[in-house]
């Protein structure tokens, strides 16, 4: 069992930055990939990252490659997302979720866990 739980949200001007935490707690969270996902009102989940157990791997969308940047320190449980150059786009709930392999997915059916999210909002 892994639980889950998102900080970091708030409500930021077009340009700038925030980070979003993701703490973990659970014996066997070490054995788990990590996600970001986000949900805008009217829209489906959609995939943002997703980093490997060891860190050594990550994988972005489109829509915010070489803006977000996941990582993660194994050592203090907690699961990264700095976001910079933000845009009213990126308004959404944002989620983390763990996944029981060594390497992560972009699908979010495969995620065993998740967090309950934290709000992002973007003014123009």
């Known amino acids: 069992q892994v639980q889950l739980v998102e900080s970091g949200g708030g409500l930021v001007q077009a340009g700038g930055s925030l980070r979003l935490s993701c703490a973990a707690s659970g014996r066997t969270w070490s054995k788990y990939s990590m996600g970001w996902f986000r949900q805008a009102p009217g829209k489906e989940r959609e995939f943002i990252a997703t980093?490997?157990?060891?860190?050594?791997?990550?994988y972005y969308g489109d829509s915010v490659k070489g803006r977000f940047t996941i990582s993660r320190d194994n050592a203090k449980n907690t699961v990264y997302l700095q976001m910079n150059s933000l845009k009213p786009e990126d308004t959404a709930v944002y989620y983390c979720?763990?996944?029981?392999?060594?390497?992560?997915?972009?699908?979010?059916?495969?995620?065993?866990?998740w967090g309950q999210g934290t709000q992002v909002t973007v003014s123009s």
């Open positions: 979720a763990a996944i029981l392999s060594p390497d992560g997915s972009s699908w979010h059916g495969e995620y065993d866990y």
């Open positions: 980093i490997s157990i060891s860190g050594g791997s990550t």
